[in-house]
């Protein structure tokens, strides 16, 4: 996966984005599976679902979460905001919670260099 740098502070492109491993694409996941694709621990997730409220991850049996695609999006921008850019928490979550309209783009421009980073993986398997 070719590494892509960018100074976007909105965590579409961003140089820790680029160690991180690929989205799957399954529609659920579980905390372990975040906490691995995001390099974030699960204690920390479970904080951050305290602090952010455009994280909530779905809870089932015994409470267990499910987090979608776009919640790994958000766990990600969020993570960017805070070791890469040095937000607080405060800050983050205001950086998140006052640019929704934009948000909606970002996410949008976010899911297309995800699928694109995919399909790239995919057709390097192909061609072996």
Same mark, same amino acid.
């Given at each position: 996966?070719?590494?892509?740098?960018?100074? !976007?502070?909105?965590?579409?492109? !961003?140089?820790?984005?680029? !160690?991180?491993?690929? &989205? $799957?694409?399954?529609?659920?996941?579980? /905390?372990?599976?975040?906490? %691995?694709?995001?390099? +974030?621990? $699960? =204690?920390?997730?479970?904080?951050?679902? *305290? %602090?952010?409220?455009?994280?909530? $991850?779905?809870?089932?049996?015994? !409470? #267990?979460?499910?987090?979608?695609?776009?919640?790994? /999006?958000? +766990? #990600? *921008? /969020?993570?960017?905001?805070?070791? %890469? =850019?040095?937000?607080? &928490?405060?800050?983050? #979550?205001? #950086?998140?919670?006052? %640019?929704? +309209?934009?948000?909606?783009?970002?996410?949008? *421009?976010?899911?297309?260099?995800?699928?694109? =980073?995919?399909?790239?993986?995919?057709?390097? +398997?192909?061609?072996?």
């Amino acid at each position: 996966m070719p590494e892509v740098s960018s100074n !976007n502070v909105d965590g579409l492109e !961003n140089k820790a984005e680029g !160690n991180l491993p690929a &989205i $799957p694409g399954k529609c659920y996941f579980s /905390i372990g599976e975040v906490s %691995e694709l995001c390099d +974030v621990k $699960p =204690h920390v997730l479970r904080y951050w679902e *305290q %602090e952010f409220p455009q994280l909530k $991850p779905l809870k089932r049996r015994g !409470n #267990r979460r499910y987090y979608q695609r776009q919640d790994v /999006i958000m +766990v #990600r *921008q /969020i993570r960017n905001l805070l070791y %890469e =850019h040095g937000f607080t &928490i405060g800050g983050a #979550r205001q #950086r998140l919670s006052g %640019e929704n +309209v934009k948000n909606d783009v970002n996410h949008s *421009q976010q899911m297309v260099q995800q699928m694109r =980073h995919e399909l790239e993986d995919l057709l390097r +398997v192909l061609r072996t």
